[in-house]
């Protein structure tokens, strides 16, 4: 008799008892705020990534404009193509120092400058090269190495923005 009441004990609590059902999935959506955090970081630092290479860019235009004009002196057959490339690097100069520096530089405060904005870009027969130009006839630029010279003044160009910081601040330590 036990046993027949515990036996229909069970089966009314087993009867009570429901299947077993599956929890409903777990969304994707909506993101949880610590991914909220991290996309925030990447587009923040992405957005920075971009301005920064938009400001550079803009700061390297004068550069291109530059760079565009030595190349088609270099394939010029101008005999004049030194001074022009002497005169191209000062406009390019104006652009990068204060004008009242470059504008009255003499010659041998031009090299100076050249010296100290050179880098590994321009060498000592490069800059031999420009030390009389404005005295030197047209004609004493055939005995040059034009492909040479000019491929270091593009180098030189190129290098420029970054020379004339470290120009700026060692005239600043100068004058201190």
């Given at each position: 008799m036990n046993l027949a009441i515990v036996n229909s004990t069970q089966s009314q609590l087993l009867q009570q008892l429901r299947d077993v059902h599956v929890p409903d999935s777990v969304s994707w959506w909506p993101l949880a705020i610590g991914w909220w955090v991290i996309i925030g970081l990447v587009a923040l630092i992405?957005?920075?990534?971009?301005i920064?290479?938009?400001i550079k860019k803009h700061h390297y235009r004068y550069?291109?404009?530059a760079v565009v004009e030595l190349k088609e002196l270099?394939?010029?057959h101008d005999?004049?193509?030194?001074?022009k490339s002497q005169h191209i690097m000062?406009?390019?100069s104006l652009c990068y120092v204060d004008q009242t520096k470059i504008c009255s530089l003499s010659q041998s405060e031009w090299i100076y400058f050249l010296k100290a904005t050179r880098g590994e870009a321009l060498s000592d027969s490069t800059l031999d090269a420009f030390v009389?130009?404005?005295?030197?006839?047209?004609?004493?630029t055939s005995q040059l190495d034009k492909p040479l010279i000019m491929n270091e003044i593009i180098r030189w160009a190129e290098s420029l923005p970054e020379q004339v910081r470290g120009y700026e601040e060692q005239k600043e330590l100068v004058h201190v």
């Open positions: 992405a957005l920075l990534l971009l920064r290479a938009l550069v291109r404009f270099q394939h010029n005999p004049r193509w030194l001074a000062r406009r390019l009389d130009l404005p005295y030197k006839p047209d004609s004493a």
